[in-house]
């Protein structure tokens, strides 16, 4: 019995490890201060966005699908922080939400305020995203000044906001 019990505990123990390790190298590197990658991705309107159109100001990169629940649940805090911070921009790209016009219903269904992009396999790797949802803060300088993994409040996201000026 007291055998077992052991092997039981050993098992626990090695199940949390791989589990803490699995979690630890899912996130990747902080890639904090790093230059932002460039992209040009097409958007909802049917035209292109490039990050570089937002040059010289601060910008939200928002990584979010319509099929995700803390994506979705997030949306409504974004649209209340965006109305009041219009001077920085909110990039939505979008991961396996459709395309164009789809891509455009279901975001305003949903109360997406903001530009909606779809997203790219290539720009997902280059930014490290892996867990829905994502923000990443670029600076006007077009560093990576912050990076959120997992839904953000309003004012979470005033915080970080404000912390990355």
Do not use: H
Not at 107 to 118: M, N, Q
């Amino acid at each position: 019995m007291i055998r077992m019990l052991r092997d039981w505990g050993a098992a626990i123990v090695v199940g949390f490890a791989v589990f803490f390790l699995v979690d630890r190298l899912s996130t990747g590197a902080d890639p904090t201060g790093d230059v932002a990658p460039a992209f040009e991705l097409q958007n909802a309107a049917g035209g292109t966005t490039k990050l570089s159109d937002y040059a010289g100001k601060m910008v939200v990169l928002n990584f979010w699908g319509s099929w995700c629940g803390p994506c979705v649940q997030e949306i409504p805090e974004f649209a209340a922080w965006a109305a009041k911070n219009t001077d920085v921009p909110i990039l939505g790209i979008a991961q396996g939400s459709g395309s164009g016009e789809k891509l455009a219903k279901s975001a305003a269904r949903l109360g997406v305020t903001w530009a909606v992009l779809e997203s790219d396999p290539a720009v997902l790797s280059a930014y490290g995203v892996n867990v829905y949802p994502t923000t990443v803060i670029v600076g006007p300088d077009g560093a990576i000044k912050r990076v959120i993994r997992g839904a953000v409040d309003a004012d979470g996201l005033d915080r970080a906001v404000v912390a990355s000026k």
